[in-house]
């Protein structure tokens, strides 16, 4: 697995790093204190990221260029948001809007989701949203997929008991290989949404093209066995 987010780490203890790994974004990403956390940051201050702790907290992983993180930021003043991001553009972007917003109850991490949830304490989130995830069509490919039955028995370990794994996906194969992955975890009906993220649809930007396009898109809440 890819150890991401390094080069900040390096950036921030001052050395230099090789020019064929000279990305603005990296380089953008060092002044983003406290906002944008690398994952060697994340751990030793989990869950105290906040403006204000101790309030429920949900994950998304895979926050893109931030619409959602957002959204869900000001739509929930009462609950603190943590996105996960691998690449440095989409998760500065997103520190550039939680900036731009002044949002105390939103923070992003440059990781791989995969790499950082093992290490997240038990029973420390009140929920994950997994939107519009890489389908990995190919069956060679399956093993790429984050859905996968070792992603619901960590999530298991991470989550509070009334739990929640919001997924959306518009690739009906993956949808039925999470729920089959999901096994021993309650699934709701189609288009339920969680209770603490029931105030918007929370319309991701990969949603909107697809539904632009009159394609279908599977939504489903598991919540802990
Ligand atoms: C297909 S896009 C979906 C974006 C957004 N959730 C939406 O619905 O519009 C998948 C996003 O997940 C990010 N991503 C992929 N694998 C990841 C991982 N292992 N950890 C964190 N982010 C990941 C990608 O960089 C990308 O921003």
Known sequence: MRRVGSLVERLKKGEEVANRHDNPYVREAVGFEGILFTPDEVMPKFPNLFEQNGRPLVIEVGSYLGKNLIEIA??????????????????????????????????????????????IPDESLDGVCVFFPDPWPKARHEKNRLARKEFFEILEKKLKPSGFVWFKTDHQPYFEYAVAAARGWNVSERNIQPKILSKS?????????????????YRVVFTRP
């Open 201 to 217: 649809s929370y319309t991701t930007v990969f949603e909107q093209m697809f539904l632009s396009r009159n394609e279908p898109v």
């Open 74 to 119: 000001k739509e929930v003043p009462e609950a603190n948001v943590l996105g996960l991001e691998i690449t440095y553009k989409r998760a500065v972007k997103c520190a550039r809007k939680i900036t731009a917003n002044s949002l105390g109850n939103a923070r992003i991490s440059i990781c791989d989701a995969r790499a950082l949830l093992p290490e």
